[in-house]
Structures are given as C-alpha cells and as structure tokens.
C-alpha cells in the first residue's frame, strides 16, 4: 500500500504516523463532501419527483372517465356537507347511494394495495383522494373522534364519568373501553383495544377502573385462554367440529341444548383469535403467539385469508361452468327428477370450498342437496 504526496509516490512504510492520518483525515473529508453533495442530489430529485407528481394528479382528474366522474361527485358533496364519508338512508337518492358505494370500494381497493396488490387502484389517485380528507378507515375515524371528544370533555371537567345527558355516545365509548380493558387484562382478545390506543389514553391520564369498583362485574378463571382452548376441545369431542357459530341458533331455538352452558362462550372466543390472527400475520402486537395458533390450527380453527390474497372470483365460478358444459351426462330439461340432474351434475368431491369458509353449506346452497 503507498500513499501519493504531488508526484511521488510513496510506500506507507515510509510515512509517519502523521503523515498517514493526515492522509486520511483529507480522504474522510472528501468522502463526506461527496456524500453531503449527493444529499443535494437526491433532495433536488424528491423535490422534482413530488413536482412532476403533484402536475400529474392535477392534470390526470381532468380526464372524461368514470373515476374522475364520481372523483367530482364527492368534492361536490364535500363541499356541501363538509366531509367525505357520503352517508346514506333508506330516502337517499339513487346518486347518492351510488357515491357511497363507490366510496366503499375506494376503501377496499386501498386495503388490497396496502397488501400489496396494486391493480384496483393507481398511486396517484389514493393522493387525489388524499387531497379531499378522504377517510380510509370508518372505524379508526370515528373512535379518533370520540378520543378527541373525551380528551375534550376531561380537559372541561377533570374526570372520564360521562354523563348520558352530556353524551350519550361518549359515555358508551367510555364504558367499552373499561369493558375492553377487564376482558384483555383476564385473556380475551380485544382487536379495538390494541397498544397504540392504550398508550393514547394512557397519555391523558385515562382511568381505567370505573368510579364505583363495587358495581365492576367480576371476571373468573373461565374466561383465560387456557381454558376456553380446553373448552373448545371438548366441543370438538363432542361434535367433531369447531364451527361453534353454527349451532348457536339451535341451541337458542331450545331444540337441542348445549350439553354444557359455557359453550355458548365460544362463538365469541373463536372470532377472537381470528381477529388477533390477522394482527399475528401481519407481525403487529397481538395476544397469540406461534404455540397458541399452532394448538388453534391443530384443532381445526380456520383462519380468516389476508387481503392480499385471491378472492373467490368468477374464476371459480367460470371453472365451475366449463365443468357442467364439459359433462356429457348433464340433463337439465325442465322434467328431469333424478337427484343427478337435481344437482346439476357437480360432484361434491370437486367442489372448490375457500379456507375461510366453515361448511359447503354456509356458502353453497347446492351442495345442501348433495
């Protein structure tokens, strides 16, 4: 290794110690001059990226198309209500519910292209969207709403007791958030309880426990994990199943009741964890861990399929036709009374059930014939 001094030349073990740092102290200082110099760069082309994007929008909403149609429909309805969440009633005009459905799937199309598919709608009209207010999340709007209400309502009177008559809907708020935070602290799942909005309240002082710990209704030992998962093996046992949701209106309608009471817990428990299974794949704070679903998918638990992934489309259902045109055997005349043509020739073992779905018949009236 050599260092050059003008036009000579050399070798490091030549050099003093001095001289060595000396040479490197103005190498570090080129370095960062040239780092400092590629910041500017890359600053200069941010700022022209967000330019020549911001001319796009502009230019693009000015386009004759659908999008852009109903894009103008709601800057019109907010600037006459004052906001973008198109509300509608059973006297709503046929314009207005149009709005909102179209308002609604501007909100599923950004959650698939958070998830990663891109193709429902474009970068530059989630901005436009932006631009107007637009609420992405109906639900984290409004309990947004409410913290900013109660935060409101405690800096006036010092305290979290919302009366009915000052509030009817704060005081409700209040009481679920109490409610939320016994049912997390003892086991259960609260996907609208999570740690964000706990450090949120917990940074205005929130109480947590009601004014009056008498009237609080305990929680026992049945509502831990553990034993509700136990519970829910022992319904299994009993039924060779977990779809728990199918036989509440049975044991409501007094045919035949539950063998045990506390299975009416489990609807609640198992839409729970799926909810929390979601936060769990999306690598967020979540009350599951990897033994819990391991035990929960090993006991037939059938987890609920990220946005991201494919819907159950006409695809299956133009496979599903190809398949009825492809069957020589297929016979719908109008007398036919043989159960095969009753069935339209589809064979159970064939038909295409999404992991989501508890029972052929929950989503597939034929297969009720089957």
Request: proline share 3%.
């Amino acid at each position: 290794m050599s260092f050059s001094f003008g036009t000579v030349v050399l070798p490091i073990s030549e050099l003093s110690a001095d001289q060595i740092a000396e040479r490197a102290k103005k190498e570090l200082e080129e370095a960062e001059a040239a780092l400092e110099n590629a910041r500017q760069h890359l600053q200069q082309a941010e700022e022209r990226h967000a330019r020549a994007k911001q001319h796009y929008v502009e230019t693009d909403i000015q386009r004759n198309c659908s999008w852009n149609n109903m894009y103008q429909k709601l800057l019109q309805y907010k600037e006459a209500e004052g906001n973008t969440l198109v509300l509608t009633t059973k006297d709503s005009t046929t314009d207005r519910k149009k709005l909102a459905k179209w308002v609604q799937n501007q909100r599923l199309h950004y959650k698939y292209f958070m998830n990663g598919d891109k193709k429902h709608i474009k970068d530059h009209r989630i901005d436009a969207l932006n631009r107007t207010g637009f609420v992405w999340n109906v639900l984290e709007h409004a309990w947004d709403l409410n913290f900013s209400g109660l935060e409101s309502y405690y800096a006036e009177h010092g305290n979290f007791d919302v009366p009915k008559k000052h509030s009817a809907k704060l005081n409700t708020f209040v009481s679920n958030l109490r409610k939320a935070m016994r049912r997390k602290k003892d086991g259960l799942f609260q996907k609208e309880l999570n740690e964000e909005r706990v450090s949120r309240l917990n940074s205005i002082g929130f109480i947590w426990d009601m004014k009056h710990p008498a009237r609080q209704r305990s929680v026992g030992e049945h509502v831990q994990f553990d034993y509700l998962y136990d519970l829910l093996a022992d319904f299994k046992e009993t039924y060779g199943h977990v779809q728990v949701s199918k036989m509440m209106p049975i044991w409501r309608s007094g045919d035949e009741p539950p063998p045990r009471q506390e299975y009416k817990r489990l609807p609640f428990f198992v839409s729970s964890v799926r909810s929390e299974h979601e936060l769990f794949v999306e690598g967020k704070s979540c009350a599951l861990n990897e033994e819990k679903v391991l035990k929960l998918t090993e006991l037939g638990v059938k987890w609920k399929k990220p946005a991201s992934e494919p819907r159950r489309s006409c695809a299956v259902r133009q496979k599903k036709s190809e398949k009825a045109k492809n069957d020589d055997g297929l016979n719908l005349s109008a007398g036919a009374d043989d159960a095969d043509t009753v069935n339209c020739g589809i064979d159970a073992a064939n038909v295409e059930i999404p992991d989501d779905c508890d029972t052929v018949n929950d989503r597939d009236p034929i297969a009720e014939n089957l």
